[in-house]
């Protein structure tokens, strides 16, 4: 499991769960979590609402949010921003499946786009508001016209935005019942979640004014659900055993890698049998420097499971953060072997093969892995540094100043980027594909110069 910064531009368009913008959000960076099988569970989750949502699953990106709140939300187009604190607290994948129903609400609704509509139309109540304002201070003499012109405008801007907010989050509610129904699925999670959203709200907003929050009151929308379950056919449908075990193991390995290991090792007993308690134990006993038996664990889980690619994965994770490097090459190759298509692995691999390298096939071996592990995820941009260290290693100095470039694009760093495309543009064959890329990034780069 690996922790990521991001920069999130125009929060405040976002659509939430809780909130309309996070605080997090609000400062300008969140920290992600990346894991394959935490981002594979939650597209198994996803998967079946994206269809009958008329939604490309392709399009859509799910970013975990290494946050303790109770949260989801939707923001920078069809992003689906997850906080760990809704995985870790959920008791079953219902609960989880109901909230991404309805942020998938939101997309579908295009819920972001007339947001942005009425943050104008909000800002013109604001202008109309200092304007009139204005006009009573000069009719007057008096400057207070002037404040309580703004005061007033400020206001109705407020009142009108939270007022649209809450209709957009009553309609992706009810999006989120049709989702369920029309995959035949109960909203009995969905209906849980909001009675513990509801204490929570007892417990900190006593009081709070309805009509100036960004959400219907839980109540209102517990009523809403409540009156969904009495006529949907799929009520009672049970939870599926292999989803709630999957949501078993990503609780599991969310506790073991946020909480401390004694808090961890006091919440999963060494008798439960759980597949996802006994990952929680193996990673809060790695955590104590006790590898040897959080590698134990791991090793019986793989005994049972010998096809799992994502306790490969984990043993992987373990042995890295233990110094043995050249014990997690095998591990993460068996995930591969399993799971060819998992760009995360391939790049911790990679990572590996560069690090423990003694001989330029062992190089080029990690060039291809970062070369695949990239066109899945061309975004990353730690893997254009690695990629550029292998391309150096090997004497391509073209394709290493390319690699350069695209992670200074990415990082935002604009004439470090050009510098490096002009660099590759110098260094490779003209009309290669590479020359191609490079032409690109010097005229992205120099467009935003």
């Known amino acids: 499991m690996r922790f990521f910064r991001l920069f999130i531009f125009c929060v405040v368009l976002a659509c939430g769960n809780i909130a309309i913008a996070p605080k997090a959000l609000a400062q300008g960076k969140i920290s992600l979590i990346r894991d394959t099988e935490i981002e594979n569970t939650v597209r198994v ?37 997850i906080h760990t604190g809704l995985l870790m607290k959920t008791d ?26 009425q943050l104008e139309n909000a800002t013109a109540h604001s202008i109309l508001g200092t304007v009139l304002g204005g006009v009573i201070a000069v009719a007057s003499k008096k400057p207070q016209g002037l404040i309580a012109g703004q005061t007033a405008g400020a206001a109705i801007a407020q009142r009108s935005f939270l007022a649209y907010n809450r209709a957009m989050e009553q309609s992706a509610d009810q999006a989120a019942l049709n989702y369920l129904d029309a995959t035949s699925q109960s909203a009995r999670g969905l209906h849980d979640f909001l009675i513990y959203l509801r204490e929570q709200e ?5 009081g709070g004014n309805p009509y100036l929050r960004s959400h219907p009151m839980s109540n209102d929308r517990l009523r809403l659900v409540a009156e969904h379950l009495k006529n949907s056919p ?23 890698y946020i909480n401390p290991p004694e808090r961890t090792l006091r919440e999963y007993s060494a008798d439960d049998t759980n597949k996802g308690s006994r990952m929680a134990r193996a990673i809060a006993l790695s955590k104590q420097q006790d590898t040897d038996a959080a590698i134990a664990i791991i090793d019986d889980l793989i005994a049972a499971s010998p096809e799992d690619p994502f306790l490969y994965d984990l043993k992987g994770d373990l042995l890295v953060d233990a110094g043995r490097t050249h014990d997690a090459v095998a591990p993460f190759e068996k995930a591969l072997s399993i799971l060819p298509w998992a760009a995360l692995i391939k790049f911790n691999l990679a990572r590996l093969q560069l690090e423990n390298a003694r001989d330029d096939s062992q190089i080029r071996e990690a060039r291809r892995n970062l070369n695949e592990a990239l066109r899945y995820e061309p975004e990353m941009a730690s893997g254009w540094r690695f990629l550029a260290t292998a391309e150096g290693r090997l004497g391509n100095n073209g394709g290493a100043s390319l690699a350069l470039a695209e992670e200074a694009l990415l990082r935002g760093k604009k004439k470090s980027a050009l510098t490096h495309a002009q660099r590759a543009l110098e260094r490779l064959a003209e009309g290669s594909p590479g020359w191609f890329r490079a032409q690109d990034i010097e005229s992205a780069a120099g467009k935003e110069e």
Do not use: C, W
């Open 45 to 81: 989750y996803v998967a079946p609402l994206f269809e009958v949502a008329g939604l490309d699953p392709g399009a859509v990106s799910i970013m975990l949010v290494n946050d303790r709140n109770l949260n989801a939300f939707v923001a920078g187009g069809q992003r689906i921003f």
């Open 92 to 117: 079953t994948p219902g609960q989880v499946i109901g909230v991404l129903a309805h942020e998938i609400g939101h997309i579908a609704g295009g819920h972001l786009s007339q947001k942005k509509r």
């Open 202 to 206: 007892q417990l900190f907003s006593a």
């Open 234 to 256: 799929y009520t009672d449908a049970p939870v599926s055993e292999l989803l709630q075990s999957m949501h078993d193991r990503v609780r599991g390995k969310l506790n073991g």
